[in-house]
C-alpha cells in the first residue's frame, strides 16, 4: 500500500487540505482585519481635508507560498519536522487529523485505492478589504462671488460650491492574487515519497504471514503518520510565512503611503505654488514659510484649500492671505464665537452672534442676527465674509473690519498695514494681548480704531496722534500705560476721544483744546492721570460729553468750563479738588442736563445760580465740603428728576420751591435725598419731600414719605 491510498493518488488529502484552507482563510481575515487601518478626518480647520490614508486590505490565501519559497525555506521546515512530536509544536487539530486517517487506513480496504480522490486545493481569497486611498483632491475654482448692497453692508448670498473646491476620489488599487494552490500541494507530494503497500491490507488473518503483515500494517501506519505530520507542518509553515510576508508587504505599502501623501506644505512642485511663495515672501516676508505657524496655515489655505486658487499675479492675493493670517492669529487658542471656516456638512453661510450687553446688569448678552452672513475662509470673496467691508462693495479693496466681542486671542496681527485702504478697525471686547502694532498708526486714511475692554498694553502708538483723518480712538478699558503726549492737538478731526480705565499716567496737555470738532472725550477712571483741568478745555465749543471723574484731578476748576455752551454731561466725580468752590461761570452751561461732582472734595456753597440751568435733569453734589442752605433757585429747573446733596455741611430746611416739583409732573424730582436722618437731622424735610434721609454718620434710609 502506498501514502496515495489515503488521498486522492496525487498526495493530497482531502480532509487535510480543508483543515489547511480553513486555517488559512482564518489567517487572511485576520491579516485583513489588522490591515485595515482607519481614516479619520481631522476636525482642525483648515487641514481637515488635507489628505485622507488609506490603507489597502490584506488578500491573503493559502496559495501564498510559492514552490520557490517553499524551497527557499528547506531548512526551517527539517527543523520544524524534527520538532514535531507529540511533546509540542504541533497543531492540535492536525494530530487529530492524522490520528484518525491512522484508524480509518486500517480497516479500508485495498479496492479503495482508485476511489479516494478528490479535487485539489481550492483558491481561497478574502475579498472584504477596503480600496486604498490613491487619489489626489481636485481643485474647483468659483468666482461666482455675488454681489454686494451698496455702503458698507454685506448681503448673505448662497454659492453652490464646495468652501474650499475639493473633490476626493477614493480609487481601489487591488493587490495582485497570491500563486495557485496546485504549487502548494504539487511539492507536498514530492516532500514524501514511498512505495506502493496497498496488498498488506488484502487479508487479515492469524497466519505468519498476517503477523508480517500486521508489523508491515504497522509500519505503514508510522509512515503514514509522518506523511502527514510532514504535511500539516508545511502547510502550517507555508501560512506562517505567507502572514509574514503580507504584513511586511502592508507596513511597506503603509511607508509609501505615507510619503506620497505628505503635508502639500512641502517643497512647492507647481510653478503657481513658486509664483505665491515668492510673491507673499517678497510682501509679508520670508516668514510666511515658517512651519506650524499661523502664516503656514495661511499659506496652506491659500495654496491648497481655497476654492478661488489665486496666483501670484492675482489683485486679490496679499489682500485674502492676510485676512487668513488675522483669522488663524486670533484663533490659535480656540475658535470665534461666530463665523468660523465650515465643518463637514456646513455651508459658507453662518448665524452671526452680536456682541451687546445689557444695560441694567451690564452682563455680556449675545444677539443673534437675523440675517445670515457669510463665513470666513469660505470660496466667497473675501470682502462677503462676516465683519468685512470693501469699497468697491462686491470686490474691492478692504476698508473696514469690524469684530467685538467674539473671542479673539493672541495679538494684533500688524500684516494688516498690508491692506492699504484700511479706515475702521474694531478689536473690542475680545481677550487680545500684547501691544498695537506701530504700523497701524500708519494708515493713511485711518477713521476709527476701537480696542476698548482688551488685555492689550504698552504705549498707544505715536502715529495715531498725527492721524489726519481721526475720528474715533478708543482704548479705553485696557492696561495702555504711557502719557497722552502733546501731538494730541494735531488731530483736528477727532470727534470721540475714549481713554477710560486705563494705566495712562502724567498730566493732560493744554494742547488738547486744539480738537476743536471733539463732541465726546470721555477720560474718567484714569487714576494716575492728576493735575489740574487745563483752561484750554473751554475752547471745545463742539463738546457734549466730558467725563473726567476718578482721575484724582486737584482744583479749582478753571472758569473756562463755563464756555461750554453745548456740554450736555459733565461728569467729575471722584476727584481731589482740595475744598476748592466751584467757579461761578460754571453755572452758565445752559446746555447741561446731567452735573456730576460727588465725591470730589468742593467746597463753599451751591449758587443761586443753579437755576439759568433750566436743561437739568441729575444733580449729584453728594459726599463733599458744600455749606450754606439748598437754594430755592433749584425749584426754578422743571426738569429735574434727581437731586442729592446728602453727606455734606448743608444746613437748614429743603425749601418748598423745591418740594413742589415732587410729584408735579411725570418728569417731576423723583429722587430727593438729603442729610434729614438720625436724632438731631441737619435738613429738615416737609411731609412728602425727601426720598432719602442720611445721618451724620452717613447712613442713609429711604423714608416712607
Known sequence: MKDDDLG????????????????????????AEAGKTPTKPSDEYPQENAAKHGVIGAQSTTEGMTS????SNESIKKTNLDNLDAGGGEDALVMELVHERAAAAS???AEAEDNNTVDGMTQVQDHSRPGGYN??????????????????????????????GREFRETSSDVPPLSNEADFTEKIAEAQPVDDQSHIFAA?????????????????????????????ALALIAVIVAVIVVIVSLKKQQQLESETMAPATMAPTTSRELGVRAELARVIGEFVNEDDSPYQQAMDWILYEDAMILDEFSENLIQRYVLALFYFKTSQEGPWVSCNPRRQGEDHTCVFSEFTRNQTTNHVVYQTRNETEVRWLSERHECEWAEIWCYPAADGAVIAIDIMGQNLTGTMPEELRHLEGMMWLTLSFNPLTGTIPEVYGEFPGLTVFEATETFITGQIPGGFFSQPNLLQLNVAYTL???????????????????????????????????????????????????GTLPSELGKLSLLEELKMGGNNHAGPLPSELGDLNNLKEFLFSGNEMGNTPLPD????????????????????????KIGKMTTLVGFKAARNEFSGTVPSEIGLLSNLILLWVHENGIEGDIPMEVC??????????????????????????????????????????????
Open 135 to 164: 487619489g489626489a483632491p481636485g481643485m474647483t475654482p468659483s468666482r461666482n462671488l455675488g454681489t454686494m448692497s451698496e455702503g458698507f453692508e454685506c448681503n448673505g448670498q448662497q454659492g453652490s460650491h464646495d468652501t474650499h
Open 480 to 530: 495702555n500705560t504711557g502719557t497722552i503726549p502733546t501731538e494730541i492737538g494735531q488731530l483736528s478731526t477727532l470727534g470721540w476721544l475714549f481713554l477710560f480705565n486705563t494705566e495712562i499716567s502724567g498730566v493732560l496737555p493744554s494742547e488738547i483744546g486744539l480738537l476743536e470738532d471733539v463732541k465726546s472725550m470721555w477720560l474718567y477712571d484714569n487714576r494716575q492721570l492728576p
Open 107 to 109: 480497516s479500508e480496504p
Open 660 to 705: 413742589q416739583l415732587r410729584g408735579v409732573s411725570s418728569s417731576s424730582l423723583s429722587f430727593l435725598n438729603a442729610d434729614c436722618g438720625g436724632i438731631n437731622p441737619k435738613v429738615s424735610c416737609a411731609a412728602g419731600c425727601c426720598t432719602g434721609c442720611c445721618d451724620n454718620e452717613g447712613v442713609c434710609q429711604l423714608t416712607d414719605l
Open 204 to 232: 487479515d488473518s492469524a497466519t505468519p504471514i498476517d503477523v508480517e503483515a500486521r508489523k508491515a500494517r504497522e509500519q505503514v501506519a508510522a509512515n503514514t503518520r509522518k506523511g502527514l505530520l510532514f504535511t500539516g
Open 8 to 31: 486522492d493518488g496525487n498526495g493530497n488529502d482531502p480532509v487535510l487540505m480543508n483543515v489547511v484552507q480553513a486555517r488559512a482563510a482564518a489567517a487572511s481575515s485576520e491579516l
Open 585 to 608: 461761570e460754571l453755572w452758565n452751561m445752559s446746555s447741561l442736563i446731567y452735573f456730576d461732582i460727588a465725591g470730589s472734595h468742593f467746597g463753599g456753597s451751591i449758587s443761586t
Open 68 to 71: 520557490h519559497q517553499l524551497e
